[in-house]
């Protein structure tokens, strides 16, 4: 099991993203390639806020949980 290096406001920011391109993609607004794209971005970004684990911020260091 990976450790968990996401924050509740980086969790949040990233399934609140996948929303947006939802909601563009079911108004019509963004075309077939953009919401490919987008829409693969999305569903990683929503994978990684359920496990709560980023792999590209393991070599870079970086952890936004709140340190106690």
């Keep these: 099991m990976m450790k968990k290096n996401m924050g509740m406001l980086d969790r949040g920011m990233r399934v609140v993203f996948a929303v947006v391109v939802a909601i ?11 919401t490919m794209i987008f829409g693969a971005i999305a569903v ?4 990684t806020s359920l496990v709560g684990t980023c792999p590209l911020y ?6 936004t949980r709140e340190q106690k």
């Design 24 to 34: 563009l993609y079911f108004t019509g607004t963004i075309d077939a390639t953009q």
């Design 58 to 63: 393991f070599p870079f260091g970086i952890d």
């Design 44 to 47: 990683v970004f929503v994978l």
